[in-house]
């Protein structure tokens, strides 16, 4: 069935919502699919055009409170579905950085991390990523080979995760580690800012190449070599 015929199933408001997302991915996301997905890049400026020209769905599934849409579960997965039945990179794209990204923090953020860091992340001033799978365990979460160690005012991290997408141009990395300094190695959140690091090795990306589909999504293999991540930023 066809998702943009929402009438009389949804309020007036998603419907909104949703061809306005529909008509800019047709005029200004489509067009420039074909030379992308060949190339295996992402539009430079698809992101500026997106929050130009779409300013009510930006953070769409963020909290108004902290800075986004605000719009309910459904209104935002047929924003989503919209924007992937023109191409499911960019849609994919969102989704890690509203859903994966952001909603760690919504879930498992205090306050102060909200307000610091969903903004940003809602307005795509900032990118953000996803740190779990890892070459050796998949998404296994509970055989997760990445660690955090307690040092003065924080952590830092070592280990590789693997496939995360947006991670070549993002700035905020949700990293999922075990931290080596509580009984149990319990495995939990860190908020890794990349300019917050003072070696310029302490994240290390490296771009996936020859994928056969999602081909505009960056997805990129993920080195933490002692990344920093303060005690303000690790979730709870």
Not at 121 to 141: I, K, N, V, Y
Not at 171 to 180: G, L
Request: hydrophobic fraction near 40%.
């Amino acid at each position: 069935s066809n998702i943009l015929d929402l009438s009389g199933s949804q309020s007036p408001e998603t419907q909104r919502h949703v061809q306005t997302a529909y008509s800019w991915a047709k005029e200004d996301l489509e067009p420039c699919v074909p030379k992308h997905w060949e190339k295996g890049t992402f539009p430079p400026h698809i992101l500026t055009s997106f929050a130009k020209n779409c300013p009510a769905l930006l953070g769409f599934s963020i909290n108004k409170c902290y800075g986004g849409a605000g719009l309910d579960i459904l209104t935002s997965s047929l924003v989503l579905s919209a924007l992937a039945s023109v191409d499911a990179s960019f849609a994919t794209t969102l989704a890690v950085q509203y859903g994966l990204a952001s909603e760690s923090i919504l879930m498992c953020g205090d306050d102060s991390q909200k307000k610091m860091f969903l903004p940003r992340l809602a307005r795509l001033e900032d990118m953000g990523c996803f740190c779990l799978t890892e070459p050796q365990s998949g998404s296994d979460a509970s055989d997760l080979h990445t660690k955090a160690f307690k040092v003065e005012k924080g952590y830092v991290i070592t280990g590789s995760k693997r496939w995360i997408g947006n991670a070549l141009t993002s700035e905020v990395f949700i990293v999922w580690a075990r931290n080596m300094s509580l009984p149990g190695d319990p495995i939990m959140g860190f908020i890794v800012q990349k300019s917050q690091q003072i070696h310029p090795k302490a994240i290390v990306t490296n771009k996936i190449t020859g994928k056969t589909s999602m081909r505009i999504l960056q997805n990129a293999n993920v080195e933490f070599n002692d990344a920093w991540c303060p005690n303000e930023n690790v979730m709870h």
